[in-house]
């Protein structure tokens, strides 16, 4: 699980962007990213995210789950499409159940919007 807190922007993004990477390194295929305690995020962690997405893709990758339980950070991801391409949970708990017993709130996309 990778965590972030606080504001998640252009400064942390590069954080983000080694943490990920090392878990796809190290053979990870299913990625949690907690945004619990995050209080803002902007494009350059939706970048991150999005790249990793691919990555994951390319090498046979499960999913990368998003905990983001506050209101306000979960409509970025759906004004942007994205909440079609990971799964957004409101919780670590649900972010780790395997993805068949999870219902999905929308249509996953197989491509990126």
Known sequence: MIALAGECDLYSQP???AALRGALEAG???L???LSEAT???SSVLGALTEAWK??????G???AVVVADRRLRKIFEITGLDAVFRLTESFEE???PRSDVVSRRTPSS???
């Open 15 to 17: 954080r983000l962007t």
């Open 28 to 30: 990870e295929r299913r």
């Open 32 to 34: 949690v990213v907690d």
């Open 40 to 42: 803002f995020i902007d």
């Open 55 to 60: 990555r994951l893709h390319t090498t046979g």
């Open 62 to 64: 499960a999913d990368i």
């Open 95 to 97: 972010a780790v159940r």
């Open 111 to 113: 491509s990126l919007p």
